[in-house]
């Protein structure tokens, strides 16, 4: 054989050895997570840790990574005041990343047996009020504007006049903290199935008491949930409140899982939200009907679905 041929031929066997090489190392490397496909939500939607961690793993960042991933612009933690501050800061600085929206956490101490803010004790409003202006520092660090406020336990030893006057007195103090900071208080009232003995359970309860309060740091948590469960009427409640309603909350009835699964036509709902306007955030605070994998992603489908309006 020619030394030409020879050489020709070997480069041939060598180019195809390394191509052979190469062809089997892509077919046995380790396949990337699957990621569903990207939706163009109309509204800002926000889920919380855990919700996709079968998809996206124990680790919070790779949680909102995967949120982002799949459309969602905004994430809530209820949890977040008790984070430690370095991960408060890995997590604000994650969603800078992605140019996603902090939804809100839990500002205080909620009292679910026994009367605070309602039974005018000074002490536990000198409380409340210093854990407000912790969370002051915890929404700066995490780029928050909104932080939930539950006035707690009704004082049964306390007409409901004196009890309304008593929360009123305590959120004005409260908002005194927050105005300065642009940051607002958001009252969740929360319905009697779940939560015996609350005191504010309702939106037109609400709705009375922020006015009261007279203040931009002072609005509703209008969790639709709650709501259903309680009152229902949900549509006109929205209406009616609308100027005190800074923030939503969500979860079908009955078993308060992701919409498409009860009684709550959510597409209308959020069809009415959208068309009034509203640019605010929307919390996913509910659980997943189905376990798994599987499940997360029916989460985010039944999403899809009620959003197509």
């Known amino acids: 054989m020619e030394r030409r041929t020879f050489l020709r031929n070997s480069s041939t066997i060598g180019a195809a050895t390394i191509l052979s090489g190469t062809v089997g190392w892509a077919i046995t490397r380790p396949a990337r997570p699957f990621v569903p496909e990207k939706h163009n939500f109309k509204l800002k939607y926000a889920p919380h840790f855990g919700m996709f961690r079968y998809n996206a793993g124990d680790d919070l960042l790779d949680q909102i990574q995967f949120m982002a991933d799949v459309g969602f612009r905004a994430m809530e933690d ?59 520092e915890v ?29 009123v007195n305590a959120l004005k103090r409260a908002a005194e903290i927050l105005e300065p900071h642009n940051l607002v208080m958001v009252l969740e009232p929360l319905n009697f199935r779940d939560h015996p003995g609350l005191f504010l359970n309702k939106i037109p309860q609400a709705f009375q008491i922020c006015q009261a309060v007279n203040s931009s740091s002072c609005k509703i948590l209008d969790d639709l949930y709650h709501q259903q469960v309680h009152e229902g009427n949900l ?75």
């Open 235 to 309: 549509i006109p409640n929205i209406d009616l409140a609308w100027d005190e309603i800074a923030y939503f909350q969500m979860g079908d009835n009955p078993g308060r899982k992701e919409p498409t699964t009860g009684e709550i036509n959510y597409k209308n709902v959020f069809k009415h939200i959208h068309d009034k306007g509203y640019t605010g955030i929307l919390g996913m605070e509910h659980g997943n009907s189905k376990e798994g994998k599987e499940g997360e992603l029916a989460v985010i489908n039944a999403y899809a679905e009620v959003d197509s309006f």
């Open 139 to 167: 929404a700066k660090r995490v780029n928050a504007t909104w932080m939930t406020v539950v006035p707690g336990h009704v004082d049964l030893r306390k007409e409901i006049g004196y009890q309304t006057s008593n929360v």
């Open 78 to 136: 209820n949890g977040m005041k008790d984070r430690d501050v370095s991960m408060q800061e890995k997590i604000a600085s994650k969603m800078a990343s992605l140019s996603m929206e902090m939804g809100v956490f839990v500002a205080h101490e909620i009292f679910w047996t026994e009367p605070n803010l309602t039974s005018g004790n000074k002490e536990l409003l000198e409380k409340f009020l210093k854990e407000i202006k912790e969370s002051v």
